[in-house]
Nanobody, 126 residues
Framework: QVQLVESGGGLVQAGGSLRLSCAAS????????MGWFRQAPGKEREFVAAITWRGGTTAYGDSVKGRFSASRENGRNTVYLRMNSLKPEDTAVYYC???????????????????WGQGTQVTVSS
């Protein structure tokens, strides 16, 4: 089992920045990649970003490319999501997830992630 705990969410004005953290514990050695997803009220869960543990290869959703950046610490215990130039449409609950398997690129489908955190709220005011 892998446990994930997100932190760093909050209220920010449009154009501002936030950094989300995801602390992983348990059998993190069984995971190959970490992802970030978000879900706004009344909308489906959306892929935001992902990163492989081994090579640090990243992938981003089209709506956040150039504004968000995923990173990880060695030791497979913490990943980050740096969010710049935030927009009101970025408002959502952000979830951290862990994938058991990944190729050279991290997976971008939610069904490829086996473990999920509880989520952290990000609210961007206009």
């Amino acid at each position: 089992q892998v446990q994930l705990v997100e932190s760093g969410g909050g209220l920010v004005q449009a154009g501002g920045s936030l950094r989300l953290s995801c602390a992983a514990s348990g059998r993190t050695s069984s995971t190959d990649a970490m992802g970030w997803f978000r879900q706004a009220p009344g909308k489906e869960r959306e892929f935001v970003a992902a990163i492989t543990w081994r090579g640090g290869t990243t992938a981003y959703g089209d709506s956040v490319k150039g504004r968000f950046s995923a990173s990880r610490e060695n030791g497979r215990n913490t990943v980050y999501l740096r969010m710049n130039s935030l927009k009101p449409e970025d408002t959502a609950v952000y979830y951290c997830a862990a994938a058991a398997a990944a190729g050279w690129r991290p997976p971008i489908g939610a069904d490829e992630y086996a473990y999920w955190g509880q989520g952290t709220q990000v609210t961007v005011s206009s």
